[in-house]
């Protein structure tokens, strides 16, 4: 539908006619690619975000910022939904992909403006793509994935988000919870690892416990509040007084018949919590006298029940998270329990201490020392919640990392690397003059597009973006794989160095890039003409 059309059906509907559209998405790409171009790499800066009701979001994390930014561009907030896509399929890049969509766009506009048709330029986009990917398949370092390298690929992430000391700090708590939950020829579930913030201390001091840590304490003061060698039962039991499920009333003739009445509703929980107690008795006997007895309930214990269990010396939680009970189960062993009729010794968990940590008004306990956990819990700690949730952001990012890692089973050198091999490889004249056309100009815009990185990465460096790029082709022309040195402005080898990339990250975001690139490039009009513009205008109102 041509402009003059949809006026013609609607004369109150916006219209930017071909020029004025690509011009505006060109510059809502690069608007959006300068927003956050400053925050790649160790060296970027963080962003401070301000919400209408003054809370601060402290971040560089490029997710985080396309989230909670209040972005109004149709084209930006189309771009921001795809990079954010990026995040949650391959878990990082979406800083680099917001870039390369800039980028590739401010490549386009070049020869856009010379008078080359958009969809030719596209086509060029679309080979140099194919290409690209088939390159990275060829570049890729296929490896086994032992600690020392997963230590590696996580330090490589969470150096971009935290300061060193923080990041080397967390780094062997990440590899270590992957690979406490990951099971041979088995998915890796992430949801098994239990992320805690508690608002204490210095980031530094941020720790994995093998086992879990749960955000509430025992109910009763009466309670051990530390024991070993436990025996776990974890149950979904009510022991309290229920209501029934229908409407009903009870009427009385006289007080003893209410007693009577009372007497057997208690008399009902009574035999559940003498069950509990007997099984204890059970176990904590004779070599295992010494031992200690955990109750975890999904559901709740009323005073009562909690005076009979601190009596029998039982330590014993109630409501607990249903996400929980789950991961109690993989981190202690043990079967959970709907009913308390069928209570025999196997069905208990293990774990060598489980205790109480009061901090402030919050209470937290801790199920540690479990044998071969299948769940384990890292607990972040920060003196504010600007830290606690920038950890939190950069912890979540660097698990993903490792649980890529394993499941690729392969790597690709970072620092710049590839996108420098890359773009050596695309304007090899091998592949130039296998390409038809004007199509050439489309390849030749997207190696460019791809040097934003390493640009970008020397820029936030403090380093001449040029000089850095002169001397690595200079370092490339040996035939090796190079990137940046931050500290010198010099090239490296980044395998040497153990700074490694994801393979699906770089796989999904050179084909993200070019997809949304080529989308906004085939736009010759852009029309506001929803139901709103519809309406008539209000009465004094110019039209």
Request: proline share 3%.
């Amino acid at each position: 539908m041509s402009s003059a059309a949809v006026k013609l059906a609607n004369p109150n509907a916006e219209v930017l006619r071909r020029g004025d559209a690509l011009a505006m998405n060109i510059q809502s790409a690069r608007g959006l690619q300068n927003v956050l171009r400053s925050n790649l790499s160790p060296r970027g800066t963080l962003k401070l975000l301000v919400d209408g009701a003054n809370q601060l979001t402290l971040t560089k994390d490029g997710k985080v910022l396309l989230s909670q930014m209040q972005i109004t561009n149709p084209v930006a907030v189309m771009i921001a939904r795809a990079a954010t896509a990026q995040d949650d399929i391959a878990g990082d890049g979406t800083t680099g992909l917001v870039l390369l969509v800039g980028e590739l766009l401010k490549q386009a506009a070049v020869y856009v403006e010379e008078g080359v048709h958009p969809r030719v330029i596209t086509d060029g986009f679309d080979a140099a793509k194919a290409e690209a990917l088939r390159f990275l398949d060829s570049f890729k370092t296929t490896m086994a994935m032992d600690r020392e390298v997963l230590c590696s690929v996580a330090r490589t992430a969470l150096r971009t988000k935290l300061q060193d000391s923080v990041a080397a700090q967390v780094t062997d708590a990440v590899v270590d919870a992957v690979l406490a939950v990951a099971e041979p020829e088995k998915p890796i579930d992430l949801f098994m690892v239990e992320i805690m913030k508690m608002q204490h201390q210095t980031a530094t001091d941020s720790r994995l416990v093998k086992g879990l840590v749960l955000d509430h304490g025992a109910r009763h003061p009466d309670m051990p509040k530390k024991l070993d060698n436990c025996f776990v039962l974890t149950l979904n039991v009510s022991l309290e007084y229920e209501k029934t499920e229908v409407n009903s009333g009870f009427f009385y003739s006289s007080a003893e018949q209410r007693d009577k009445l009372i007497e057997s509703e208690r008399r009902f929980v009574d035999d559940k919590l003498r069950k509990i107690v007997d099984l204890k008795n059970t176990v904590c006997s004779g070599a295992n006298k010494d031992c200690g007895f955990v109750l975890i309930n999904q559901k709740g214990i009323d005073p009562l029940s909690l005076d009979v269990l601190a009596k029998q010396g039982i330590f014993a939680l109630r409501r607990a998270k249903r996400r929980n009970m789950e991961r109690l189960q993989l981190c202690c062993g043990g079967v959970a329990q709907n009913s308390v009729d069928d209570l025999v010794p196997k069905v208990l968990g293990r774990a060598g201490r489980v205790y109480e940590h009061v901090l402030g008004e919050n209470k937290y306990t801790y199920v540690e020392e479990c044998t071969d956990p299948r769940s384990v819990t890292i607990l972040i700690k920060g003196p504010s919640a600007h830290v606690l949730q920038q950890t939190y952001d950069a912890v979540r990012d660097g698990l993903r990392a490792v649980k890529n890692a394993i499941e690729d089973g392969a790597l690709v050198a970072g620092a710049g690397a590839f996108q420098m091999a890359c773009h050596k490889h695309l304007l090899r004249p091998e592949f130039l003059n296998s390409v038809q056309g004007k199509a050439k100009m489309g390849v030749r815009a997207f190696a460019e597009a791809l040097l934003v990185i390493p640009k970008t990465i020397a820029a936030n460096g403090g380093y001449d973006p040029m000089d850095v790029l002169v001397a690595l082709e200079e370092d490339m022309a040996e035939g090796r794989a190079v990137g940046i040195d931050l500290n010198t402005g010099e090239a490296l080898d980044p395998e040497q160095e153990g700074i490694w990339d994801n393979y699906r990250v770089l796989r999904q975001q050179l084909h993200s890039c070019a997809v949304i690139a080529t989308n906004l490039l085939h736009v010759d009009e852009v029309m506001r003409a929803g139901r709103a513009s519809l309406k008539a205008p209000n009465p004094g109102e110019e039209e």
